[in-house]
């Protein structure tokens, strides 16, 4: 199956810079890259997305690049708040488009 | 709408015990998933379902069994309980397969 790569597994930023997420993943049929906050004791929540046929998404501070060829996406937060800090996680769509592979996710701690 | 709902919130089962943790949906999705979550190795798809009477295994499905006879429930079944089956469970849903899922609010189960 799918092999979901993530990197740091922890990050920390100060106040108002930016913050950069990786992640790499095996399969090249993949074609659906969502993103996903999860504060503590909380749910998943999606975030942003992005689907293969498209290199880059922006939502206010959120961004999302996709670089097809290398087989990695990575989540950009500029103008960080505390209100960041929370666990992220990147998914990669099956082959089958049934299904998508977690990475082990980040724990961003933004300091105000 | 109340989304995708879970119960029980937290339940501790001994060892060979079997149960069943319920989730429903109230946005008619189709797809509907279950992932457990475990400390340092993300999310993982246990089962998922593609429609009412459709089922297929994930990246973990050993030890459970799901079925869907209904749109808007999907419950998950713990056969005969291990303490490798301690974790977070979250059922998930959407609308046309595993794009822009919501989660519900998850179940803690501890088997001792």
């Known amino acids: 199956g799918e092999n979901v790569e993530q990197h740091p597994s922890t990050l920390s930023v100060q106040e108002g810079d930016s913050a950069v997420i990786k992640c790499t993943y095996s399969d090249s049929a993949s074609n659906y890259f969502p993103w996903y906050k999860q504060e503590l004791g909380k749910r998943p929540q999606l975030i942003i997305d992005?689907?293969?046929?498209?290199g880059e998404k922006k939502d206010q501070r959120i961004a999302v690049t996709l670089n097809k060829t290398a087989k990695h996406f990575s989540l950009h937060i500029t103008e960080t708040q505390p209100e960041d800090s929370a666990v992220y996680f990147c998914?990669?769509?099956?082959?089958?488009?049934?299904?998508?592979?977690f990475g082990t996710g980040t724990s961003l701690t933004v300091i105000p | 709408n109340a989304g995708v709902t879970q119960t029980p919130k937290f339940q501790v089962l001994k060892t060979g015990q079997s149960m069943t943790l319920q989730c429903a949906q109230d946005?008619?999705?189709?797809?509907m998933s279950w992932y457990r979550q475990d400390p340092g190795m993300g999310l993982r798809l246990i089962h998922y379902s593609v429609g009412a009477g459709i089922t297929d295994q994930g990246e973990v499905p050993n030890g459970y069994n799901v079925s869907r006879s209904t749109t808007e429930d999907f419950p998950l079944r713990l056969l005969s309980a291990a303490p490798s089956q301690t974790s977070v469970y979250f059922c998930a849903s959407s609308k046309d397969g595993p794009y822009e899922q919501y989660f519900g609010p998850g179940t803690r189960l501890t088997v001792t």
């Open positions: 992005i689907r293969s046929n498209v």
């Open positions: 946005m008619n999705h189709e797809y």
């Open positions: 998914a990669a769509s099956s082959n089958t488009g049934n299904q998508f592979y």
